[in-house]
């Protein structure tokens, strides 16, 4: 049982579990022994970790805990996207959505409830900015999909029976909860947590320039930015952060990030009818984008009852691609998964709160 006086496991990384247990007079490797044991499926109490002394696990029955998840609302698509809502231990909800594929089964998570940076076509946004999310509540919605994923029969899977990518692009911006997310990435990369590869992660952030370069020089996953908008008056009124940060200076800064284990930065640009999505806007996009090693991603605005934006038509978002294709970019058109349960890109808001 948790009291506000123990320590939730989970909100520790290796090296955090080897000081914890130093403090109670254990030796290191003991901390590596408990990791291994965290994150199998079914570890719910230190008695299931038998190789530790049974003193020492009385020890730490009286001093920590290991949270999880109960319970989660689970809504499926007719697309086989499947969103859970888990309610956290003060009563606020967060979701995360698993986008099934036949050779992946991408997970996007959330890392804030709720978000302050205000953009203007985003229902996260409507929310406002509530917490933080803790590590232990970032890496107990991986813990939880993945053993929904294993009770579900084969027959009923459409990709394989593990979430084997992770995208940060769920509630929150990522980099406001910098601390959290890289100590959530170093449980979800570390082979004795969750062990998903550093190539499989992605965090999208909408572009807090310093952030993004410590960043860059404290992790080792994939950058995705939600650009949105190729000059700064249209970027300003969609999102807020570009009169802080604008665009040449966020550009710049993804032309210094350090790209060793990474391969391109990806860029997320939503079509807004009337509002970004001329063949001037497509020019001008592959201009300012030249010399970054990227992909980018087109995303067809889904439309929401709730704010006052509209979707590109199918051959405005075709002629939109083909001109970044003849500019030589890699370009995909992101068609929206999990619409009908309001799980698409910017569809994230609770309405319990
Ligand atoms: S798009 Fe991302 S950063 Fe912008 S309000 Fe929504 S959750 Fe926050």
Request: glycine letters at 6%; one cysteine or more.
């Amino acid at each position: 049982m948790s009291s506000p006086h123990t320590t939730d496991l989970k909100n520790l990384t290796q090296a955090g579990l080897i000081d914890y247990v130093s403090g109670l007079g254990q030796p290191a490797f003991r901390g590596k022994q408990i990791m291994a044991w965290l994150y199998r499926p079914g570890i719910t109490e230190f008695s299931q970790m038998t190789d530790l002394a049974k003193e020492f696990r009385k020890v730490l029955g009286e001093n920590a805990y290991i949270s999880q998840f109960s319970d989660p609302i689970i809504e499926r698509a007719k697309d086989g996207c499947v969103k859970f809502g888990f309610q956290l231990s003060d009563g606020h909800i967060i979701e995360s959505v698993l986008i099934p594929e036949p050779d992946r089964n991408t997970l996007c998570i959330s890392s804030q409830v709720g978000c302050a940076m205000g953009c203007s076509f985003c229902l996260t946004g409507t929310m406002g900015f509530k917490r933080n999310l803790t590590v232990a509540e970032i890496v107990n919605q991986l813990c939880s999909v993945r053993d929904y994923l294993l009770a579900q029969h084969d027959e009923s899977l459409i990709g394989p029976d593990r979430i084997t990518n992770v995208v940060y692009m769920g509630m929150g911006e990522p980099l406001n909860n910098l601390e959290n997310v890289l100590a959530s990435l170093s449980i979800i990369m570390e082979q004795k947590g969750l062990d998903i590869s550093s190539r499989k992660i992605t965090v999208s952030t909408c572009g807090i320039v310093p952030k993004i370069r410590e960043f860059g020089e404290r992790s080792t996953v994939n950058l995705a930015i939600s650009l949105h908008a190729v000059n700064d008056a249209v970027r300003s009124s969609l999102m807020p952060v570009n009169d802080r940060y604008p665009l040449e200076d966020l550009l710049e800064a993804c032309r210094d990030f350090p790209m060793p284990k990474r391969k391109r930065i990806m860029f997320e640009y939503t079509l807004l009818r009337g509002i970004n999505d001329s063949n001037d806007d497509a020019r001008e996009l592959a201009k300012r984008l030249r010399g970054i090693p990227c992909k980018i991603n087109l995303l067809p605005y889904n439309q929401s009852s709730h704010l006052p934006f509209a979707s590109p038509s199918q051959d405005r978002l075709l002629s939109f691609q083909k001109i970044l294709l003849e500019a030589h970019y890699t370009v995909f058109i992101r068609n929206s998964r999990g619409t009908d349960i309001s799980a698409a890109c910017g569809q994230l808001a609770t309405k319990k709160e």
